[in-house]
């Protein structure tokens, strides 16, 4: 049971004030005790140690050091002592018996040692050897001649003397008083059990009834006795025991079918999210890779000199090739954030320079829907990731600029918290959220006013992404709006310190990187049109692109050629062999690590970890063109930087 029982609360009432009084007396008669054996241990310490100093007075005033010497030999027979030594007025040792512990009077005189020598059971008493006439009758009190004249000081006595036997006998009147109190208690609980055995025992049974229906077991109880001052109680529980089963038995039964119910729709629920999770991978794979082509060849055909029909007609199918490149990178985001597959790094970010980076993205959007972007000029630091952090407020910006007909979208950061925070805010003067739906715009694909899925207002994951990619940081995000009043989200980061620029963290900005003209491009892709859709891409660009379908084509471009400047290759090859392998392959025929990027239609998250150990850049497909030419740029500037001659 939780509680003690009713004999064990019976025993309880009865030894508590038996042991106060025995616990009373003991501590009683053992500290009196231990107080008259210590005073005793005491008295004699200094006796022997005093009697020392007045034998040896006469021996330090001669200069007789045998005399000394057998009058210590003579204390080292007595019981107890350890050690006693005769030192000088000027501390020089005259004569010793016994195992010394010290190096001389002054360490043995230091009160530091006799307290150290005391937590080792042993007292140490230092008695001047004076001189002058004591009474034999009184050998503490001096003689009532030399009362008003100092004594001469002749020297030091040091006695060491062990309280081992002190402490055992303190320790056998410990043990005796605590038997008699034992011996008490004993007998103390023996009248107590018996006095309440015949109280407890009816009470004990029901009891014993009442917790085993607790436990489940609802069998009538056979202790039921008729000449029991407790049987009618007794009889009440067993029926109520029985009725208990029978309920017991039915409610199993429901719960049994309900269970049955439900396991099965589980295992349908499991089935059909296990089919849909995989007909959506498929399918977003197999998407991306004509997606891919597709915006290769469009790419392509906006260099190409074309007339104003023509081009408006190019101009329309690029926007749409763009849309659907953000719903595939919508859905990436959110994989990867499913997948926890999101790189996070922290460090010190310039707000200034994320500002001139937006500014320079957001302005021509903002300028062809006639609107004002304000971003004003920031000196704070905040400790966040600077990539993710531009992604977030990018999401924001947009949906601030597509929501909002005229008027300002502005780009804000002050310090808040006393300065241990800076907020950044990005408002606009839009047609505003409503209260009941600033909750739910949140999830995933949800969208204000947007019944008829019209894309070009988004796909509804944007605010989702954002809120997701905070809690990632550890960042919160609020939201202030009202209907017709426009529209604030702020992300709250924690400050940082300012520090030199080649330490933070800044995001790339791809239009401050070289060129890519001359670059050796080796691409390896089996899809037919995204091979020679890429190819005429870069080809457009000035690179000089060797084109392999197969893994053996690009081993033999590899062993007929210089090794490439760029390896471009698919993750899927159709082959035994994925681009992982090939990509491997061409590094160690090169003998170098040849920078190398992964195209693949995959959001898996063993894909992405797997190209992060290799140190390769990993672009999902659709791959943009804007990207793939970042990636040449940096390529090219990292091998610049390589090729430079050591200063």
């Excluded at 995001?507 to 037919?528: K, T």
Aim: net charge neutral; charged share 20%; proline share 4%.
């Amino acid at each position: 049971m939780m509680f003690p029982g009713i004999r064990t609360r019976m025993l309880a009432a009865a030894l508590v004030p038996v042991t106060l009084v025995v616990l009373a007396l003991v501590a009683v008669f053992w500290t009196s005790r231990v107080s008259d054996l210590d005073e005793s241990h005491g008295l004699r310490t200094r006796l022997m140690a005093r009697q020392v100093a007045l034998a040896s007075e006469y021996g330090i005033f001669s200069g007789n050091v045998s005399a000394l010497q057998a009058v210590l030999a003579g204390l080292q027979r007595e019981r107890d002592v350890r050690s006693v030594a005769v030192f000088g007025v000027d501390g020089r040792m005259l004569a010793s018996s016994g195992v010394l512990h010290y190096s001389g009077f002054k360490e043995a005189s230091n009160p530091a040692y006799a307290q150290y020598q005391r937590s080792g059971n042993v007292d140490v008493v230092v008695e001047e050897v004076t001189s002058g006439n004591v009474s034999i009758d009184d050998l503490f009190s001096p003689s009532p001649g030399a009362q008003g004249t100092a004594p001469e000081i002749f020297g030091y006595v040091v006695l060491e003397v062990s309280r081992a036997r002190l402490v055992a006998r303190e320790s056998e009147l410990l043990m005796l008083a605590l038997g008699i109190g034992l011996a008490g208690l004993v007998l103390g609980g023996i009248l107590a059990t018996r006095m309440g055995e015949g109280v407890v025992r009816p009470v004990l049974r029901v009891s014993r009834m009442i917790e085993r229906i607790g436990e489940g077991d609802l069998t009538p109880s056979s202790e039921s006795r008729p000449n029991d001052p407790l049987y009618d109680l007794q009889t009440r529980l067993n029926q109520m025991a029985q009725r208990l089963a029978w309920g017991r038995e039915e409610m199993e039964f429901r719960v049994e079918s309900a269970t049955r119910e439900l396991r099965l729709k589980k295992e349908e629920a499991e089935t059909a999210t296990l089919a849909k999770s995989r007909f959506l991978a498929a399918a977003s794979h197999d998407l991306r890779q004509p997606t891919h082509a597709l915006g290769m060849f469009v790419a392509r055909l906006g260099q190409l000199p074309l007339d104003a029909p023509t081009r408006q007609l190019v101009a329309s199918l690029e926007a749409s090739v763009q849309s659907m490149q953000d719903l595939l990178d919508g859905l990436l985001d959110v994989s990867r954030l499913d997948a926890g597959a999101v790189q996070v790094k922290i460090g010190p970010v310039n707000m200034g320079e994320l500002f001139h980076s937006l500014r320079k993205a957001l302005q021509p959007l903002a300028e062809s829907k006639g609107l004002r972007l304000r971003i004003r000029p920031s000196p704070y630091w905040a400790m966040t990731d600077p990539v993710l952090l531009q992604r977030m407020v990018m999401n924001l910006a947009n949906n601030a600029i597509r929501y909002t007909e005229r008027g300002t979208v502005l780009i804000t950061c002050r310090r808040v918290e006393g300065g241990r925070a800076v907020r950044l805010d990005v408002a606009d003067s839009g047609i505003g959220i409503s209260p009941t739906h600033q909750e739910d715009i949140f999830r995933e694909f949800y969208q204000v006013g947007n019944s008829g899925r019209d894309r070009a207002q988004g796909l509804g994951l944007g605010l989702n992404i954002v809120e997701r990619t905070a809690q990632l940081l550890g960042h919160s995000i609020t939201l202030r709006s009202a209907l017709g009043c426009g529209t604030r989200f702020s992300i709250h980061l924690p400050v940082a310190q300012a520090v030199d620029a080649s330490a933070a963290l800044v995001s790339v900005d791809p239009q401050g990187l070289g060129g890519v003209e001359g670059m050796r491009v080796l691409v390896i892709e089996d899809d037919g049109f995204a091979l020679e859709a890429i190819r005429d891409l870069l080809s457009s660009w000035g690179c000089v692109v060797n084109a392999a379908a197969t893994v053996a084509q690009a081993l033999d471009f590899v062993n007929a050629y210089a090794a490439p400047d760029v390896v471009l290759s698919d993750f899927r090859l159709g082959e035994a062999r994925n681009g992982l392998d090939v990509i491997a392959m061409v590094r160690a025929h090169a003998r170098r690590d040849i920078p190398a990027c992964l195209m693949s239609g995959d959001t898996d998250a063993g894909l992405i970890q797997a190209a992060r150990d290799a140190g390769l850049t990993l672009l999902h497909k659709p791959v943009r063109p804007a990207k793939l030419r970042s990636f040449l740029r940096r390529s090219a500037m990292a091998a610049e930087v390589e090729d430079l001659p050591e200063a």
